[in-house]
């Protein structure tokens, strides 16, 4: 689920310090700020691996005449705990970017107002997790993965992992690297992908299993895919890690730009290992421009914008009508039978379980 030209993926940034940078179809400099700083500015509230083509942005000025200013905030998990300290005194109008293990506590602390999106007649029930209330809309999906470097396998005549329990065998020891569970949400839905398939009373014996086999912990995806990984930028990564914690449709972004297309992606999806993700946006409560927010939640659903999702985030689009490029569905594409858990009961033991896994392995 790398990006293409900085391999940049949604929630993905290392978060000890959050970043705050300024794009978009405007440029801006500062440290937060209010959005909406007149009615013809929406400002969208964002992780750092958000990305959009800028026609996409340009027609949404020409079909309503709002200019997007893009603020981002580290990664998923870092912007929704800032979005929920600035709750009712937002940094902007829109906020995207909060996933299924994390939409209960943005919607229990109220950081949005309801607002019914255009476009979700064509957006599956499965993903629309506040369906009553529509407090957030649904945007992408995708699956959480461990993806491994198939060139490292291979000189080794070594068969990559495809499940859970093969990552704790002694033959993977010290080759798996993955994001931080409490400051990233592919590491928390990595975590979350054990929980469901050992139960809340053998997760922590699995943890245990991976802390002795040698698993890296880093901060988040960027650094765990970008530095730590060896199969990452078109198999010439810089890490000696070649097991990862990223996505099912990672490996189509190896691949771009790439003449003649090779047969197969240089990375590769231990397909067992996955964690279904949901990602959504919300009109933030107290937003200076609602109707601009409004308008950009209902572009962010047009099929203009859901079709340019999958070679800009690499990630599905929500509406099942949008059509799908090729070189995304050949070389990544959807996991069946991946873990999924009901919101609320993240929400009831997300602290308890990050709190008992980071005891367990960050040391």
Not at 24 to 53: P, R, Y
Not at 83 to 110: E, H, I, Y
Not at 150 to 178: C, I, M, Q
Request: hydrophobic share 35%; proline share 6%; charged share 25%.
């Amino acid at each position: 689920m790398s990006r293409m030209s900085k391999h940049v993926l949604r929630a993905g940034a290392a978060v000890t310090t959050t970043v705050l940078a300024l794009t978009g179809v405007l440029t801006a400099c500062g440290s937060g700020g209010g959005g909406g700083e007149d009615d013809k500015t929406v400002t969208l509230v964002t992780h750092d691996s958000f990305a959009v083509s800028k026609p996409v942005l340009a027609e949404f000025t020409e079909r309503t005449g709002y200019k997007v200013k893009v603020l981002r905030g580290g990664d998923a998990g870092a912007a929704v705990n800032q979005a929920v300290l600035n709750k009712g005194n937002p940094q902007g109008d829109v906020f995207f970017g909060v996933d299924n293990t994390l939409l209960s506590r943005a919607l229990g602390k109220g950081v949005f107002s309801p607002y019914k999106a255009d476009g979700l007649g064509h957006v599956p029930e499965k993903l629309q997790l506040d369906a009553k209330r529509h407090r957030v809309t649904p945007v992408d999906s995708g699956e959480i993965c461990v993806n491994y470097d198939r060139k490292w396998f291979e000189k080794r005549h070594l068969a990559p992992p495809r499940s859970l329990g093969d990552l704790a065998d002694p033959e993977y020891k010290n080759l798996l690297v993955t994001p931080n569970a409490a400051t990233s949400s592919p590491g928390l839905g990595f975590l979350l992908a054990t929980v469901d398939k050992y139960g809340k009373d053998g997760w922590k014996g699995y943890w245990k299993k991976l802390r002795a086999n040698g698993v890296e912990v880093v901060d988040g995806w960027e650094q765990a895919y970008n530095d730590r990984f060896s199969g990452s930028n078109g198999g010439k990564g810089k890490g000696d890690r070649p097991l990862v914690v990223s996505y099912a449709t990672s490996p189509p972004a190896e691949v771009i730009g790439k003449k003649p297309l090779p047969a197969k992606a240089p990375t590769g999806v231990a397909d067992r290992t996955c964690f279904q993700q949901t990602e959504f946006a919300g009109l933030l409560d107290g937003a200076r421009n609602a109707k601009g927010g409004k308008a950009l939640l209902d572009y962010m659903l047009s099929r203009k914008f859901q079709e340019d999702l999958p070679l800009q985030m690499f990630v599905d689009p929500a509406r099942e009508d949008a059509e799908v490029p090729e070189v995304f569905r050949k070389y990544g594409g959807r996991v069946e039978g991946a873990a999924a858990m009901d919101p609320a009961e993240i929400d009831a033991h997300r602290e308890e379980w990050i709190k008992s896994w980071t005891s367990l392995v960050v040391k």
